[in-house]
């Protein structure tokens, strides 16, 4: 996988390389990357739904014409 | 309502008011045929079932799949989707061209930009996918069949294939729907390629115990000879359904895709697809999408710690079988006794008895579904 760098303040470093002693996590770097990930996912999860209400309306009487509600 | 992978629900379908240009416009391109399983794939992908993904992959993303199982974006991809295309039809196609994909009757069901046509090793593709070479296995035998040459680029869908269970079929923008109007906030889905014996109840059950709803979703395709066949599955889904489950916490609908049997790879693939349905949890249970022993029992289920930026909570469930003594439907961690007082839920067993005209015993299966595949003259793929 392609990587790129980035900076964080040095005391933010000592801090990761601390918490990560003795966990899954191989490097500060790889924690990095989990919490952003995680950060990420969480926003993209906050996405609204990007059909019209006449969009829904349609797909809901697909959905009934079905029995599915 | 959990985001799509990659955050967007991919929507690749051409509007109707343009289809019947585009239907003129296909009929003077080059044309590429495709086999049914991978046409189905088509129509995944316009729907937004394989989100992120907007066509099949060009090199650069296929080498990533294959390698770390993440697309260049980053974004976890574990089986990798792919056009392949022979000598003489990529004779006259270049990057740039639109070609019309074409089922075995030459008609264009879809469009494909191309981006690029490439080569790849075969040896390699079911190497990193299936973890094996041996020609026995599915998987491997199909990558050994085939074209020489894979296109890359997104596709544009004119149109919906003929489908024997339509009645079935909802796309992930009609599940998200559906879920919200139910109220639920979490759903769990379960993967199936098989009848449902009381092993799959109990975990479905059990499973649906933690969440607002359950979404039992079989995959309906190509699969290997002696599996059941499509229209038994669901007729045995539907009968269990109307008798043993509560109708508001349940959806039945299907996925139309082949079945890969890559094991831990397609556990991940078939959570990430579930998660493009709006499913929050996801059941992984016992040698997921395996075949055979080319992969280890909980191997399906390890994978998931290299991914937890998956988006989607799986669950894991050990082996249920019933207990003589228990008198129920237990599993390893919480029965304590002999192995001699259980009966497993082995499909083999069950299609054995099934093929010698046996009713199979009520522990192992409900007996209305037992009667509805008696009722099957035919119930298994030859």
Known sequence: METRSIEVPESLYVRIESRIKGSKFASVADYVSFVLRERLVSEEENAQSHFTKEEEEKIKDRLRALGYL | ?382
């Open chain 2, 1 to 382: 309502m959990i985001s799509p992978h990659g955050g967007r629900l991919v929507d690749r379908t051409i509007p109707f008011d343009k289809k019947e240009e585009t239907v003129h416009e296909a009929a003077k391109l080059s044309q590429i045929e495709v086999n049914p399983d991978l046409a189905r794939d088509v129509e995944n992908i316009a729907f937004g079932a394989f989100s992120p993904l907007e066509g099949f992959l060009g090199q650069a993303d296929y080498d990533s799949v294959i390698h770390t199982k993440r697309l260049r974006s980053d974004l976890v991809w574990t089986i990798p989707i792919l056009l392949d295309a022979s000598k003489t039809e990529v004779a006259n196609i270049k990057t740039g061209d639109t070609v019309a994909l074409v089922d075995s009757s030459r008609l264009p069901f879809a469009l494909l930009a191309v981006d690029e046509v490439y080569g790849y090793k075969k040896k390699e593709l079911a190497e990193q996918v299936y973890g094996t070479t041996d020609p026995a296995h599915p998987g491997v035998a199909k990558t050994s069949t085939m074209k020489e040459f894979l296109v890359g680029g997104k596709i544009r869908l004119i149109d919906l294939l003929f489908d024997e269970f339509q009645r079935f079929r909802l796309r992930p923008v009609e599940t998200r729907v559906l879920f919200k109007e139910k109220g639920w906030r979490t759903v769990v889905g379960f993967q199936t390629r098989n009848i449902p014996h009381i092993g799959h109840e109990y975990v479905q059950k059990t499973a649906l115990t933690f969440v607002d709803g359950l979404f039992i979703n079989p995959v309906i395709g190509k699969k290997k000879s002696g599996d059941f066949k499509d229209e038994v599955i669901l007729d045995a889904y539907t009968t269990l359904l109307k008798n043993y489950y509560l109708k508001d916490k349940t959806v039945l609908a299907i996925l139309r895709t082949e079945m890969r049997y890559a094991g831990p790879r397609e556990a991940i693939f078939h959570a990430i697809v579930r998660k493009n349905f709006g499913c929050t949890h996801f059941v992984v249970g016992r040698d997921h999408a395996g075949v055979g022993k080319y992969y280890a029992p909980y191997a399906a289920q390890e994978i998931f710690e290299e991914f937890p930026d998956l988006g989607i909570i799986p669950l894991f469930f050990r082996s249920f079988f019933y207990c003589n003594k228990c008198q129920s439907v237990v599993n390893e961690k919480i029965c304590p006794h002999d192995p001699s007082e259980r009966i497993d839920f082995s499909g083999t067993k069950l299609r054995g008895t099934l093929r010698n005209g046996e009713t199979a015993p009520k522990e192992l299966i409900r007996p209305e579904v037992a009667e509805a595949l008696q009722r099957w003259k035919e119930p298994f793929v030859e």
